[in-house]
Every structure is written in structure tokens, then in C-alpha cells.
């Protein structure tokens, strides 16, 4: 999108809908902190041959909650993308609809707050040899490479934001190295339940299973907490069973057990079904695309819809998707 100079400066982010998207190199990896409180400790992480190293600022890490912002960025990326719209790194974007895209209240403190955020995702400094998109190479960067308000309210609220994301996770984006999450992600407020919900997403997915030991759990959330306590945590958020779409067991030999609830992220009651041929015909005609993303909304377009029976559902999706690809 254009800004009113008449060059591609910054992309304007007009979604008001768009599908949650998440890059995968976050889910997989510790980069956000978990702590409640500022987190001014260095985190060196090494896991199989990826190797990070994130040093906070002043102002502390960024946590897992500031990663809402980018998130949303992400999502404004990836729809624009879907749509044949050209991106760029830099973002403007409205604040407002910001916090409520991320189920955020819209308080004068909530605004402040979002500054603190903006503040430690520049702030927060990252070395690392993980590939986004095809390029590998051990890189430092920031999770953004700067931020400004460019519009105030007379009280001195922000109004809209112009964000730059840094290259590394633009390439993501551009690689559509990214997964839609079930907006239900924005109302977990612990942290851990954040993160547990990324890491089932990201390698359990619509499997039948994922299954990890608590050693391991324990490395790959980046939780700081001894093991007795970590597991103690998991324990009771298993037990509140607030975790979107999967459903998880603590087995007897320490071996955390996911799998997909009945109704999983953008199912709907009473939906058609559609068989594995169809979701592969879907990919061919959208390459690139998340199909179980296309899914959810034609699902969402077939209530809204009336819920008509089809008599073949799946020649109805297809159908739906070839008007989607084409815009």
C-alpha cells in the first residue's frame, strides 16, 4: 500500500479480520520471555543445530505477550499476501485496532502499556543461526527495528504507529513460514499456556499425537523455573484444560501427550466434512496458502451463509477457494 508521498514506504494495515498467524521460528524456539516481571537475563539456548542468544535492554526482554504485536503484523502480512497485495517491512498501523484484534481492552493504560511493549521488541537483541525463509546465516538483530507514533489524540495517546520488522522475520512472512492460530490464543493470560499452546500447534498440528518428554518441554518453552515446579505448572494448566484445540496428558514415565481436541481450531458444529483429497486439491489451486486456514473460512462463509446442506460439499469448497485465490 501506498503512503501519501506516492511510494511504497510503509504498508497500511486495513485488515480488520484477518487470521491470526504465528512465524514458525518463534513457536519452535524460546525467543520470548515468560516472566511476569522485567527479564534482564541473557538467554543462551542451543537445541539440535539451532543456537540463540538473546540479550534484553534496559527495559528487559520482550515476553510472550509483546509478541502479540508482531503477531498482528504477521497476519496483516499474510492477508495482503493472500490478496495480491504488495508488503514491505514498515507498518502502519492503528492502535486501537491493534488491541482489539489481540482481545486487548482500549484503557488509557493499555495504551501505555503497548509503548512498553513496542519499547522491549526494539530493545531486545538476538543472535542466531536460524534459517527463515531459505537463508541461514548467524545474524544480531532486534524482533523490530523501530517504531514511532505518527498520529496523536490531544492527551498524547497514540493514534497510529508506523513498526519496521526486521529482515529476518520479514523473511518469514515472505517464505509464508507461518501458521494461523485459533483466536482463542489472545485470551490465555499466563504465559506458559502461551507457550505450550505454540508448541502444540507448531509440531502436533492436526497429527494424531505429539508427544514430548518434561526435559525436554522444559528446554524448548524457555521457562526458568526448577523442574519440580515446572512440571507442578503444567500439572495444574492441564488440569484447567484452557489450551485451544489439543488436548493434554502428563503420562506415568514423564512424557507430555498432545492431541487434537474433537473440535479443533476453525472447526464449526455441524460443518461439512472434508477429506484429505480435497484439502490436497486446495493446496494445488492455492500453493502457498494455509489450507486448514482456507477452511476455516469457507466454514465461517457457509454459516454466515445459512447453513444450507450441499449436496457435494467438497466441489463446494473447491469451488469457494478458485474465488478466494482469484480475489
Same mark, same amino acid.
Given at each position: *500500500?501506498?503512503? %501519501? ?29 515468560? /516472566? ?16 540463540? #542468544? ?8 520482550? #515476553? ?27 507498518? $502502519? ?36 543461526? &536460524? #534459517? ?7 545474524? %544480531?538483530?532486534? +524482533?523490530?527495528?523501530? =517504531?514511532?507514533?505518527? !498520529?496523536?489524540? $490531544?492527551?498524547?495517546? *497514540? ?8 529482515? =529476518?522475520?520479514? !523473511?518469514?512472512? *515472505? ?5 494461523? +492460530? ?5 485470551? +490465555? @493470560? $499466563?504465559? *506458559? ?7 502444540? !500447534?507448531?509440531?502436533? %498440528? ?5 508427544? &514430548? ?24 494448566? &492441564?488440569?484447567?484444560?484452557? &489450551? ?53 473460512? =469457507?466454514? /465461517?462463509? =457457509? ?7 450441499? @449436496? ?5 469448497? +473447491?469451488?469457494?477457494?478458485?474465488? !478466494?485465490?482469484?480475489?
Amino acid at each position: *500500500m501506498a503512503s %501519501g508521498s506516492g511510494t511504497t514506504d510503509f504498508f497500511v494495515c486495513d485488515f480488520l479480520d484477518a487470521l491470526p498467524k504465528d512465524d514458525l521460528a518463534s513457536m519452535e524456539h524460546p525467543i520470548f520471555s515468560l /516472566a511476569t516481571r522485567p527479564d534482564l537475563k541473557i538467554l543462551s539456548y542451543i537445541h539440535n543445530k539451532a543456537r540463540i #542468544t538473546i540479550v534484553p535492554s534496559v527495559r528487559g526482554r520482550a #515476553t510472550i505477550h509483546d509478541k502479540d504485536i508482531l503477531i498482528y503484523c504477521i497476519s496483516q502480512l499474510m492477508a495482503a499476501l493472500n490478496a495480491g497485495r504488495p508488503v514491505v517491512r514498515a507498518l $502502519r498501523l492503528t492502535a486501537h485496532d491493534l488491541l482489539v484484534a489481540t482481545r486487548r481492552e482500549t484503557s488509557g493504560d493499555a495504551y501505555r502499556r503497548l509503548c512498553d511493549a513496542f519499547e522491549r521488541l526494539a530493545g531486545t537483541r538476538i543472535t542466531t543461526n &536460524i #534459517t527463515t525463509g531459505d537463508t541461514e546465516a548467524t545474524t %544480531g538483530f532486534g +524482533l523490530i527495528d523501530s =517504531w514511532k507514533i505518527v !498520529r496523536k489524540t $490531544r492527551d498524547g495517546r *497514540m493514534v497510529s504507529v508506523v513498526v519496521t520488522l526486521s529482515e =529476518w522475520l520479514f !523473511r518469514a512472512v *515472505m517464505a509464508r513460514s507461518v501458521l494461523t +492460530l485459533n483466536r482463542d490464543y489472545f485470551t +490465555l @493470560r $499466563r504465559p *506458559m499456556e502461551r507457550r505450550l499452546y505454540e508448541l502444540a !500447534r507448531k509440531h502436533c %498440528g492436526r497429527q494424531a499425537e505429539w508427544r &514430548i518428554t518434561v526435559d525436554t518441554l522444559l528446554k524448548k518453552s524457555g521457562s526458568a523455573s526448577p523442574r519440580r515446579v515446572f512440571r507442578a505448572m503444567l500439572r495444574d494448566i &492441564i488440569a484447567k484444560g484452557n &489450551i485451544p484445540d489439543y488436548d493434554l496428558v502428563l503420562e506415568a514415565d514423564d512424557v507430555l501427550r498432545v492431541t487434537p481436541k474433537v473440535v479443533v481450531s476453525g472447526a464449526v458444529a455441524g460443518a461439512p466434512l472434508l477429506g484429505s483429497a480435497a484439502l490436497d486439491a486446495a493446496r494445488a489451486l492455492a500453493p502457498g496458502w494455509d489450507v486448514h486456514g482456507l477452511e476455516a473460512e =469457507w466454514k /465461517a462463509y =457457509w454459516v454466515r451463509s445459512g447453513r444450507r446442506p450441499l @449436496r457435494a460439499p467438497e466441489a463446494a469448497f +473447491l469451488g469457494w477457494v478458485r474465488r !478466494r485465490v482469484a480475489g
